[in-house]
Nanobody
């Protein structure tokens, strides 16, 4: 059974930084495509960034140049470094294992609030 646990959310001022972490347990982490999604109330959950087993990354346009996704296969962790945060980045952020090499899994989410 795969479990994903996020941490690192909180309150940041505009222009500030936060680093999200996702710890995975179970399964062959190094083979998985991992991602971060975010959701605000009443809206769909949207992809923010993804990192493939090769290390190739993908970012949605609104975070390019500000967010960096990375992974540590030995520790079974994936990270999202968020810099130059904007109020519109406020959302619940979810760690995701893509449905390759097994089923899709989600973490429970961590709240990120950007406000002065």
């Amino acid at each position: 059974q795969v479990q994903l646990v996020e941490s690192g959310g909180g309150l940041a001022q505009p222009g500030g930084s936060l680093r999200l972490s996702c710890a995975a347990s179970g399964g062959s982490f190094s083979a998985w495509t991992m991602g971060w999604y975010r959701q605000i109330p009443g809206k769909q959950r949207d992809l923010v960034a993804r990192i493939f087993r090769s290390g190739t990354t993908y970012y949605t346009d609104s975070v390019k140049g500000r967010f960096t996704i990375s992974r540590d296969n030995a520790q079974k962790m994936v990270f999202l470094q968020m810099n130059n945060l904007k109020p519109e980045d406020t959302a619940v952020y979810y760690c995701n294992k893509a449905p390759d090499f097994g089923p899709e899994y989600w973490g429970r989410g961590t709240q990120v609030t950007v406000s002065s």
